[in-house]
């Protein structure tokens, strides 16, 4: 039995919103690096030029990469042999608090969906939590945006509809959202489950370093398809045209009932942000 | 090609900008997003005055990140433009002249562009750090209790922009796109 104390996770949370904002993961700075190389038009290449230049710039000043600094969207896989010595959804939030205030972050959420105001230190975290075996805790801090949070569509599909159901529809997505999501964009996709699990698949799913494919065969085909499908679109960055629409497609599947193929696409933007702790 | 804008401006000089062209733009530019929007469009209703002076105006989507101590600004990057579509053509129609943000815009926003010689430019979406660097001064000027949404008279220098929508409604996420498949249809 390991014991960590909700200061531990406050303090790492803090830690883990900060990072997130100002540094992008290395895997979403090689994806846009190996695009701008690949990228044959103009214009599409210059975009991607000063996306590299304002990953730069916020270094160097320590400022957010992108003034959306997110929801807090929180990942938790607790192990079985872990106690926590206090409240583990307050000391998340407490942690949320102190990074958004205290990173000079943006507080991005309303009090309220429909009478708005402002919750002023960007809580309540958006929690996931897993229970797995083994004394460690990890913790996952995904700030998302908005702008491409927007973009998202959930279907329910007919079993009939099949993989090209699947494809079309996500390409319908992503025509739709046009320049909306900041593209180059990287794509979460839930196949199975129900309504609810296939929603969070899709937000799982930005989880997966870009690049790295699915361990199922048949769905890491699925991903490259629609990765080549949707740049040939042809939106390009920042819908001015070009042929870098999107720098990744992960797909995360499961189960589903013998008559439904619920799918979901989280759409994220070229500024994929995420940081991980292991306690 | 590449224009250098200062602002207040004329419908005639926005004449000259054509969808894909560049833009350094220069000079006053108030920010307002959602709320500031809606609260803009309360005012004109009950009558009153808008916070800054709406003739040859630009105004920028944006809600920066907080600023940190000896910085005018921090993070200042374009939001999604759709969102103010509904207030829009209503500033447009009395004399905004330059609005600023990402993403695609309505038919009734396109109408009322062409109706007043207004322009839409992009800035980089997701580029908020580097945006910023043009930036040299920020005030709150309406609405502090907003937050990130109150409105600001932000002073830019060389904020380097690409024309989206023209005064003749030519529109670049239309034609951009459509140009680049044309060029490498195979």
Known sequence: ?279 | MEHIIKTPVTTEELKALKAGDSVLLSGIVYTARDQAHKQMCECLDRGEALPFDIEGSAIYYVGPTPEKEGMVIGSAGPTTSGRMDAYSPRLLDLGNKVMIGKGKRNDAVKDAIIRNGAVYLAAIGGAGALMASSVKNAEVIAWPELGCEAVRRLEVENLPLTVVIDSTGQDLYETGPAEYLKKTAR
């Open chain 1, 1 to 279: 039995m390991k014991i960590i104390t909700a200061d531990q996770i406050r303090a790492n949370v803090k830690k883990l919103c900060i990072e997130a904002n100002l540094k992008l993961p290395e895997d979403v700075v090689r994806a846009l690096t190996a695009a701008k190389e690949a990228e044959d038009w103009p214009v599409a290449k210059d975009i991607l030029g000063l996306l590299e230049e304002n990953l730069k710039v916020a270094a160097e000043k320590e400022i957010p990469i992108c003034q959306d600094t997110g929801a807090a969207c929180v990942f938790v896989e607790l192990g079985n042999d872990v106690h926590i010595d206090g409240d583990l959804e307050q000391a998340i939030n407490d942690g949320v608090h102190d990074g958004y205030i205290e990173g000079y972050l943006r507080k991005s959420i309303a009090a309220d969906p429909l009478r708005r105001g402002n919750t002023e230190d960007n809580t309540p975290a958006f929690i996931t939590t897993h229970i797995t075996t083994g004394d460690k805790l990890k913790i996952t801090v995904l700030p998302k945006g908005c702008g491409s949070e927007n973009m998202s569509a959930l279907r329910m599909l007919k079993p009939a509809d099949g993989v090209q159901g699947v494809v079309d529809f996500v390409l319908e997505t992503v025509s739709s959202a046009g320049s909306n999501p900041c593209p180059p964009t990287v794509l979460g996709i839930g196949i199975g489950g129900t309504f609810d699990k296939v929603a969070y698949l899709s937000k799982k799913a930005l989880l997966r370093p870009l690049g790295e494919p699915n361990p199922d065969p048949y769905y890491a085909e699925l991903e490259a398809r629609l990765l080549k499908e949707i740049n040939e679109l042809g939106i390009g960055p920042q819908g001015f045209g070009g042929r870098t629409t999107c720098l990744s497609v992960a797909i995360e599947q499961m189960p589903t009932h013998v008559a439904g193929l619920p799918v979901a696409v989280n759409v994220s933007c070229h500024v994929t942000r995420r940081a991980s702790v292991e306690l």
